[in-house]
């Protein structure tokens, strides 16, 4: 028979979620994969419960839900600092995975090339690929995972379609600066790319850092696919609601990539999520407040162990340094960590273009017993996952 297509040939099954199959099969604690083990705010279930029983069951419009559209533009007006219109410049996609793999279709033709800074979430590499087009990766520095602004213009050099911008970043927690941002800017209209955002983790940002949305810089709204979910924000990683805000022009072509993708999102589910979308400010500073609390009994955690790691700014994965237990393959690490300690993690080299085998990703969006759980059983990494 003849060949299937090629174009998946260079990357392999999702790792995180390889990882959450390897974390059932031995019993471990899942902090690989980034879901919580708590429920959504109950005004949110609640929403959902009267939807189950009155509706709506059938397709929404393809691009959203008129009440979804506009409870989410009158959040995001507010807190992005722009003004945005549910009408033209949303569309209401299947999680940020479509939004993201929507927005790189939207903007990329076969043979153009899409700027990924490296560590990356793994989407992003295989989005630009299955689009047709080629990745140019630029590191990020640790500890603070600072880029290199000359090589971030060599990149643009390249005349690069668009620039992939994960911020807060999965899986280092970098919150880029405004000053960062702001040499974002000046090379994506200097070299005329466009600039696709991943802000997840808009809210999920520990004290000094702040979170600046990318399309509210000056001029930049106008070239910026700004994309996002309620699954981190309002804790409802299975309802799979994502959006891109754009531009009508962009938005006009982002729609019709999504209605040729998935035809729309869950319309209940979109009825019911209009609940959260109207909550007030003080929810997202009890989320805020409530994350910074798991991050810092998790890294606590982690020091009494005397097990290096980061320190994330935002969202809620930390990367640790198991280089002391010399294993040439992060995988296999991970692997025996699930089976012999009983902890699930993701190895970091799914997330560098760099050679990278020393790291593997955790989460804390768990409840306190799950972490300290965890922690109970990390207690014995060293003498289980000795290779002496």
């Known amino acids: 028979m003849r060949e299937l297509s090629g174009r998946t040939a260079s990357f392999t099954d999702s790792v995180i979620r390889r990882m959450t199959r390897v974390s059932l099969q031995y019993d471990a604690v899942n902090l690989s994969q980034g879901f919580p083990d708590f429920d959504p705010p109950k005004e949110i279930l609640d929403s959902l419960a009267q939807v189950a029983a009155r509706g709506p069951h059938q397709y929404s419009i393809t691009w959203g839900a008129q009440n979804f559209r506009e409870a989410l533009a009158a959040k995001q007006s507010r807190f992005m600092g722009i003004p945005v219109d549910p009408n033209t410049q949303i ?29 990356f979430y793994e989407n992003y590499g295989a989005d ?12 990020l520095a640790p500890p603070d995972f600072h880029f290199d602004p000359d090589v971030l213009e060599d990149a643009f050099r390249q005349r690069p379609k668009a620039l992939i911008l994960c911020n807060p970043s999965n899986p ?6 405004r000053a960062e941002l702001e040499i974002i800017a000046r090379l ?27 399309a509210s810089l000056p001029g930049m709204f106008e070239r910026t696919l700004s994309c996002s979910s309620l699954s981190k ?18 938005v006009d072509v982002a729609r019709k990539v999504h209605d040729f993708l998935t035809v729309g999102a869950a319309a209940p589910l979109q009825e019911a999520a209009v609940t959260g979308l109207n909550f007030g400010d003080d929810y997202y500073r009890a989320l805020q407040q409530t994350y910074t609390e ?17 320190d994330p700014q935002g969202a809620y994965y930390v990367l640790l340094d198991v280089s002391e237990f010399g294993y040439d ?9 699930a089976r012999k300690v009983g902890v699930g993690a993701v190895p970091g080299s799914s997330f560098f273009h760099e050679p990278v085998n020393h790291l593997i990703r955790m989460h804390f969006a768990k409840r306190e017993e799950t972490l300290n759980e965890a922690l109970n059983r990390l207690e014995s ?8």
Not at 128 to 139: H, N, R, T
Not at 294 to 310: E, N, P, Q, V, W
């Open 91 to 119: 569309v209401v996609t299947c999680g940020s995975t479509e939004a993201m793999m929507a927005a790189v279709m939207t903007v990329a033709d076969p043979g153009d090339k899409v700027i990924v800074f490296s560590p």
């Open 128 to 139: 630009a690929i299955l689009s047709g087009a080629e990745p140019i990766y630029v590191p």
């Open 172 to 177: 280092c927690g970098k919150v880029f600066t």
């Open 188 to 214: 994506a209209e200097k070299y005329d790319a466009y600039v696709i955002t991943d802000e997840v983790y808009e809210y999920i940002v520990y004290a000094p850092h702040e979170h600046v949305y990318f």
């Open 233 to 250: 924000t309002y804790s409802i990683t299975g309802w799979r609601l994502g959006y891109i805000i754009a531009p009508a022009r962009i």
């Open 294 to 310: 798991k991050r810092s009994l998790f890294l606590s955690g982690l020091d009494a162990l005397k097990i290096a790691h980061t």
């Open 329 to 337: 393959s992060d995988v296999d690490f991970c692997v025996d960590l």
């Open 381 to 388: 990494m060293r003498i289980k996952m000795s290779r002496g």
